[in-house]
C-alpha cells in the first residue's frame, strides 16, 4: 500500500514541477498567433517586434534605450540577448501574417554571432541563411533620411592584385567597416582590403576583378590596423584583395550547429539551429567589429536563395562547407546541405597552384592554422587525421628535395625531426624550400617534384576541409 502512495506522490510532483517550469516550446498551440523566441548570442543582440513595417526599423524605435514601445507602435522592443550565450526566451502575443522580427547584432570584439530559433503557428524556424536575412549594416552616411542602417557591405571575393593596382585609390590601414566608411564618403561603390587592412577604394568592378579570382585562402591574413582586428578580422592577403560592394547588404554566413558548440543551446534551441552572423571577411574568423548589423525574419519567408555550390575541389570555388562529405566531388554531390545547391557552373577556375607565391608565409598558413586551431578541438576527427598525414607527407618529400640538393642536411635526420612535431616555422621553411627546388627546372628532381606537388595540392584540399568541419562542430 505505502509503495502505491510513493508512486501517486512522485507522479503529483513531476506533474507540478513541469508545470511551473519555464515555457515549454514544444507544446506551443499551432493555432495562437504567439511567436516564440529563443536566442543567444556573442555579444549583443536587440530584438523587435516590427508590425508590417514599409522599409526598416532606424529610428522609428529608440532601440538603444530599450524602450518597451517605439513611436505610432508599429515597432517595439521585446528583449535582449547577451554574451556569452545566456538564453534569452521571449514571447510576441500577436504576430501576424506580413511582421517582422528584426535583429540589431553588434560584436565587440569576440566571435561575433547569433543563434537561435522562432516557433509560430506550430512551425519552428531555426537560424539559417535561407530564412534570416541580412539588410544592412550601420553607417554615418545615411542612404534613406533619418535611417542610419543602410544596405552595404556584400562581398564579393578574393581577387589578385598586381604594381598596377586593381582598385587605385589608396587609403591607409583600416578596419573593413572604417575602409567601407571611406568609400561611401568618397562615392567609390566598390572597396577592398589587402595584406592585413590596406584599404583601396574604386569605381570600377571590371579592373578590380581583372587579374582574376584567387582562393578565399589567399584573404585570411589577421588585420594589422588594431589588436581587435588582429584577433576578429581576415584583410585580404599578400596582392591578393579581399573586395565589397558598399551598395549591397552582406549575406548571411553559417558556422556551424549552435547546439553542437554550445552547451547551453543544445539544451534549448532547436537542433537546426546555426550560430549566424554577416558574410564578411573569406570564412568564419571573421566578424563584423563595433558596428550595429541589421538582420530580419519574415513570416513571408526569405528572399535568399540557396547558395550556389562548387563540390569540385580541382577548383578555387569549391566549398567543402555546403556539403556533409567533402571527401570527392561525387560525396559532396550525394551530400548536399540545406541552404545550398549543386550548380555545376559554379566550379569556374582550376586551382593553379603555380599562381601561388611561395615566399608569403601567410599562404602557408591557411594549411598550418588549419592543422593548428582544430587539432586540440575536434583531435578524433578523421579530416584531422588525414590532414596532419599529408602535411608529413610533403614535409618528407621536401626533406628529401632538400638532401638531394646538398643542402647540407641529412634527409632521415630532417624525417625523423619533422615526426617528432609539426612546427609552424619549420613547415614553412621547408615546403617553400621544396616549391623553390620544383620551381627550377635545372636543380629539382622529377620525380620527386612531382609528388611533392600532388603532395600539396591534397594538403591544400584536405586544409579547406579541415577549416569546413571545425566550423561546423
Not at 176 to 183: K, T
Not at 255 to 272: E, N, P, V
Request: hydrophobic share 30%; charged share 25%.
Amino acid at each position: 500500500m505505502n509503495s502505491y502512495i510513493i508512486i501517486i506522490l512522485i507522479v503529483l510532483y513531476l506533474t507540478n514541477l513541469l508545470s511551473s517550469g519555464k515555457i515549454v516550446t514544444e507544446k506551443f498551440s499551432s493555432n495562437s498567433n504567439e511567436a516564440r523566441l529563443v536566442f543567444i548570442a556573442d555579444d549583443i543582440l536587440h530584438i523587435y517586434h516590427d508590425k508590417q513595417s514599409r522599409g526598416g526599423l532606424w529610428p522609428i524605435c529608440s532601440w538603444a534605450k530599450k524602450r518597451a514601445d517605439c513611436k505610432g507602435a508599429i515597432t517595439k522592443h521585446v528583449g535582449t540577448a547577451r554574451c556569452c550565450n545566456k538564453i534569452v526566451n521571449i514571447v510576441i502575443p500577436d504576430f501576424q501574417a506580413g511582421d517582422r522580427v528584426v535583429f540589431l547584432y553588434k560584436n565587440t570584439g569576440g566571435p561575433g554571432y547569433f543563434a537561435g530559433h522562432i516557433l509560430w503557428k506550430g512551425v519552428y524556424y531555426p537560424t539559417n541563411n535561407v530564412d534570416y536575412n541580412c539588410t544592412g549594416v550601420y553607417s554615418r552616411h545615411q542612404l534613406t533620411p533619418g535611417r542610419n542602417i543602410r544596405p552595404s557591405g556584400r562581398r564579393i571575393g578574393c581577387y589578385k592584385d598586381g604594381p598596377s593596382r586593381r582598385l587605385r585609390f589608396y587609403a591607409g590601414l583600416h578596419s573593413n567597416e572604417s575602409c567601407r566608411e571611406i568609400a561611401l564618403k568618397r562615392k567609390h561603390r566598390y572597396y577592398g582590403l589587402q595584406y592585413g587592412g590596406e584599404c583601396r577604394t574604386d569605381v570600377n568592378l571590371r579592373r578590380a576583378l581583372s587579374y582574376g579570382k584567387l582562393p578565399d585562402s589567399r584573404c585570411a591574413m589577421r588585420g594589422k590596423s588594431s589588436n581587435l582586428t588582429k584577433w576578429a578580422q581576415r584583410q585580404g592577403g599578400g596582392w591578393a584583395n579581399d573586395i565589397y560592394d558598399t551598395h549591397a547588404a552582406p549575406k548571411v554566413r553559417m558556422c556551424g550547429r549552435a547546439m553542437t558548440r554550445y552547451s547551453a543551446a543544445g539544451r534549448h534551441i532547436h537542433k537546426d539551429a546555426m550560430i549566424i552572423k554577416s558574410e564578411q571577411g573569406p570564412d568564419c574568423r571573421h566578424s563584423e567589429l563595433g558596428n550595429w548589423v541589421e538582420f530580419e525574419w519574415k513570416t513571408t519567408g526569405s528572399t535568399n536563395e540557396p547558395i550556389k555550390l562548387c563540390p569540385n575541389p580541382k577548383y578555387t570555388e569549391f566549398n567543402p562547407s555546403g556539403c556533409s562529405d567533402p571527401q570527392t566531388t561525387a560525396q559532396c554531390i550525394q551530400t548536399v546541405k540545406p541552404g545550398y545547391v549543386y550548380d555545376k557552373d559554379a566550379c569556374v577556375n582550376i586551382l593553379n597552384l603555380s599562381s601561388y607565391n611561395y615566399d608569403n608565409p601567410d599562404f602557408f598558413s591557411m594549411i598550418y592554422d588549419a592543422w593548428e586551431n582544430n587539432k586540440k578541438r575536434i583531435p578524433n576527427h578523421k579530416s584531422v587525421k588525414k590532414l596532419e598525414y599529408y602535411m608529413k607527407e610533403l614535409m618528407k618529400i621536401a626533406c628529401m628535395l632538400q638532401s638531394t640538393n646538398n643542402q647540407n642536411d641529412d634527409s632521415l635526420k630532417c624525417i625523423k625531426r619533422m615526426n617528432r612535431n609539426i612546427h609552424n616555422e619549420e613547415f614553412y621553411k621547408l615546403v617553400t624550400m621544396g616549391a623553390t627546388l620544383c620551381n627550377n627546372p635545372k636543380v629539382g628532381n622529377p620525380g620527386l617534384c612531382a609528388s611533392f606537388k600532388s603532395q600539396l595540392a591534397e594538403t591544400i584540399k584536405h586544409a579547406r576541409i579541415v577549416n569546413s568541419v571545425g566550423n561546423d562542430t
